[in-house]
């Protein structure tokens, strides 16, 4: 690698991640040098411990900025306000920020990040459709019975190949600084629809059971889930899945001048990878 590609390096933050491995992916598809940011990494980075932060900054121009497990998480606007300056004090130009719809923590990380000094994007993204395939949500999707404290409010499920092409195109290209690009799928569905079109290409019956809150968070602590997880995802189905991120956005279409991918595509072509089959 020359010393004009190491200043051209793009840190990856979360990049065993959804998004972030996506990212990277195509980073380095394109021949564009890239460093993973996780603490499995080669140079670890860990959002808790700040001595790891300098290290993976060392030549890098451009930062995707993914905080695991999300935003809403307490301190979580502080960590990244504080890592976005010291990127900025390492000679960072670019700064492109994953945040969440409707989390007032998730936007004061994006005020954080715009007031940085650096060029910044920000990418306000829906409920990801791989939830469902590659998170907590496949395990129950697999069993034949998905149980949430979520009614009828719909959600405009975007997919994260989406995502990452959108911030792709922040990290490497012109006319995305100082945007903020709220991303969605193209429609509207409640949960019960998304399990119906995952139940349809599968061609088995996985059955959708609203619970109350209370039952949610009793049965994931009884399966020994961490409380901190716990309180975190039954604030994102209660409070985020109020009805007020039930609205379309053409951020996709904004970035990348395509629409967005449908739900029924992403239900079809993961379906066909066998990981939703019972073992």
């Not at 121009?61 to 976005?84: C, Q, R, T």
């Not at 279409?253 to 379906?271: I, N, S």
């Amino acid at each position: 690698m020359t010393n004009e590609q190491e200043r051209n390096m793009i840190l990856v933050l979360g990049g065993t991640g959804k998004t972030g491995r996506r990212v990277v992916e195509r980073l380095r598809d394109a021949g564009v040098p890239v460093r993973v940011g996780s603490r499995s990494a080669e140079q670890p980075f860990d959002w808790t411990d700040q001595t790891t932060w300098a290290p993976v900054l060392r030549n890098v121009n451009a930062v995707y900025v993914s905080f695991y497990p999300d935003l809403a998480v307490p301190g979580a606007p502080e960590a990244v306000g504080a890592f976005a300056n010291l990127a900025v004090a390492s000679g960072v130009t670019r700064l492109v920020l994953l945040s969440g719809r409707g989390e007032e923590e998730a936007q004061a990380a994006e005020k954080l990040i715009q007031s940085a000094g650096a060029e910044w994007t920000i990418l306000r993204s829906s409920w990801f459709s791989q939830n469902f395939s590659e998170d907590y949500l496949r395990e129950p999707v697999v069993g034949g019975e998905v149980f949430l404290p979520v009614g009828t409010v719909p959600e405009p499920f975007v997919d994260a190949d989406d995502i990452a092409e959108v911030a792709v195109a922040a990290l490497t290209g012109g006319g995305h600084a100082g945007q903020l690009y709220e991303l969605t799928g193209p429609r509207l569905l409640t949960f019960a629809d998304a399990i119906g079109e995952i139940a349809q290409a599968t061609g088995r019956r996985i059955d959708f059971v609203p619970v109350s809150v209370e039952e949610y968070a009793g049965a994931l602590a009884a399966e020994g889930v961490p409380v901190e997880v716990v309180e975190l995802l039954t604030y994102l189905f209660t409070t985020v899945l109020d009805g007020r991120n039930a609205l379309l956005a053409d951020g996709v279409q904004r970035a990348l001048g395509r629409p967005p991918r449908d739900f029924t595509d992403f239900a079809r072509d993961t379906a066909v990878t066998g990981v939703w089959d019972r073992t």
